[in-house]
């Protein structure tokens, strides 16, 4: 079993539309989360991170956290074209000193 | 300012053949990582350089070497290749390799193994 599960979609939104991105996780150890943003042929650039439960907001983005449940998201409202991306989950568990990469979710927003 | 440069950006090899991929970094960094993605994977954590002079291995290190050359360089060396090695091979580096800080990706290397 994956430390790290993340729906492959494809997820089709149209323009505009709130998006829901999701990752559980299994290890307890993980203290640091974060998303990454990889457009096509590119490498990952870091969205957001956060290190406790609750929300962060950046503009259109809010990254949520729930360590109760093993559980974030993150929350893209007005979704635009230029969101159509892979959104990747990451974790750190601090005695390893190494992220733990979700398997990535592609997202298209529909003009 | 170009950030985290990798060569070559593709590469076919035959099985058994050797070739090490190329990573610099102008942003001054001490930490270095090398990841390769596969298809439902994620990105996996090959090698990695706390700074420079160290490397230490990461989850899947097996059939890699690396090098740290200086602080700005980090290599990662296929010696026989093999089919399982065809991947998007990712370079990276941090400013401190602290687990909150941010790591910055090179475009990839796209390593074909027949």
């Known amino acids: 079993q994956k430390e790290v599960e993340q729906d492959p979609g494809p997820l089709s939104v149209p323009e505009g539309a709130i998006v829901s991105l999701n990752c559980t996780y299994s290890?307890?150890?993980?203290?640091?989360f974060m998303w990454y943003r990889q457009y096509s042929r590119k490498g990952p650039e870091l969205l957001m991170y956060?290190?406790?439960?609750g929300n962060k907001e950046d503009g259109r983005f809010t990254a949520q956290v729930d360590k109760s449940s093993k559980y974030i998201s993150l929350f893209i409202r007005d979704s635009q074209p230029s969101d159509s991306a892979t959104y990747l989950c990451?974790?750190?568990?601090?005695?390893?000193?190494?992220?733990?990469f979700g398997s990535g979710t592609r997202l298209q927003v529909q003009p | 300012n170009a950030g985290v440069t990798q060569t070559p950006k593709f590469q076919v090899l035959k099985t058994g053949q050797s070739m090490t991929l190329q990573c610099a970094q102008d942003?001054?960094?001490?930490?270095m990582y090398w990841y390769r993605q596969d298809p439902g994977m994620g990105l996996r954590l090959i090698y990695y350089?706390?700074?420079?002079?160290?490397?230490d291995k990461g989850e899947v290190p097996n059939g890699y070497n690396v090098s740290r050359l200086n602080k700005r360089e980090f290599s990662l060396r296929l010696e026989s290749a093999a089919p399982s090695q065809t991947s998007v091979y990712f370079c990276?580096?941090?400013?401190?390799?602290?687990?909150?800080?941010?790591?910055?990706f090179g475009p990839g290397t796209r390593l074909t193994v027949l």
């Open positions: 956060t290190y406790s439960s």
């Open positions: 990451a974790m750190v568990d601090t005695g390893r000193r190494a992220l733990t």
């Open positions: 990276a580096s941090s400013i401190l390799g602290r687990e909150t800080d941010t790591q910055y």
């Open positions: 942003m001054n960094h001490n930490s």
């Open positions: 350089s706390a700074s420079e002079g160290t490397t």
């Open positions: 290890n307890s150890a993980f203290q640091y």
